[in-house]
């Protein structure tokens, strides 16, 4: 019997034969004609500096998503309807700057044409490698960062492509808002509510309707979302590396999310830093049900 929890029981089929997991498969087929959203998992990881297993957080995510009603009953529909095109897996493997110059140049595939791109990370560092093609093609772009962590370091532990180091080329380029920050280096500090960055930490700022308003005030027209998972409370998502207690609620980051999905004109998401538990799946079922809530926004926007 199924109590309400997901789809159980679903034989994961496609109608069109696949040779990767697709999100939501069932009923979503493996083509990018005519879909209103594509999602592109980017199974990077390498700089990881407490939990580990962030290369297997977009095929987690992917599979957990086979699981999810296809009906939202926040809004009444079936997003899928819209199209949801399931793209291979980036090659993460190899030198860091090959790397990095493989994840651009995908991303800058999809900033030029196709749908609008949900990147399933993999570490934060992804970041820096997608961001940059949208940026040119929409210029005065900004970044709504939702993190833990300010990530707003030059380099750490020798490596400016660190997780740690996610926003700080971004924050050179555009402007950069980021909410539910509560863990901040001294080094860091400098840059926070600084120069294109501001910065809304979690313990200023309790009262999401409160807080929405402000994030709206500070973005511009249009946006890219950085949506680290270990910006919710680890009572939501307790499958990442670096957690810290104190985030937001589920029901808190959707209130901000869906008011700067309806405001702004979102141009791409990267969800990041899911990590797998051995013995729970809580974590990459509430990541493929965010992703899904966020295209259900997207697409009634009017």
Not at 169 to 174: D, H, I, N
Request: aromatic share 8%; glycine share 10%; hydrophobic share 35%.
């Amino acid at each position: 019997m199924d109590h309400g929890g997901g789809r159980r029981g679903v034989r994961i089929l496609s109608a069109v034969p696949a040779k990767h997991t697709l999100f939501l498969e069932p009923p979503c087929a493996n083509t990018a004609r005519g879909a209103r959203f594509a999602v592109i998992p980017v199974p990077y990881e390498k700089s990881t500096s407490y939990g580990h297993g962030t290369a297997n957080g977009p095929e987690a995510v992917l599979a957990a998503s086979a699981q999810l009603e296809l009906w939202d009953e926040e809004l009444r529909a079936e997003t899928w309807k819209r199209g949801i095109y399931t793209a291979p897996a980036v090659n993460c493997k190899g030198p860091v700057e090959t790397v990095f110059k493989r994840i651009e140049d995908v991303a800058r595939g999809f900033a030029q044409k196709g749908p609008l791109p949900f990147f399933i990370g993999g570490e934060h560092s992804i970041t820096q490698a997608l961001y940059k093609p949208f940026l040119e093609q929409n210029p005065g772009m900004n970044i709504l960062h939702f993190d833990a962590h300010a990530d707003l370091r030059e380099s750490y532990e020798g490596s400016k492509r660190s997780h740690a180091c996610a926003m700080y080329p971004a924050s050179l380029e555009c402007k950069i808002v980021q909410f539910g920050i509560r863990s901040v280096a001294p080094e860091e500090m400098s840059r926070t509510n600084s120069g294109n960055v501001q910065t809304f930490f979690a313990h200023e700022h309790r009262d999401s309707a409160k807080l929405a308003k402000k994030i709206l005030g500070e973005l511009g027209g249009k946006v890219y979302l950085s949506l680290d998972v270990d910006g919710l409370d680890p009572s939501v998502m307790p499958g990442t590396g670096t957690p810290q207690p104190g985030g937001l609620g589920w029901y808190e980051t959707l209130d901000i999310l869906r008011a700067v999905c309806m405001k702004k004109k979102i141009v791409a998401v990267d969800v990041v830093e899911v990590s797998p538990q051995k013995h729970s799946s809580i974590s990459e079922f509430a990541a493929a049900k965010l992703i899904y809530r966020l295209m259900g926004y997207l697409s009634s926007k009017k």
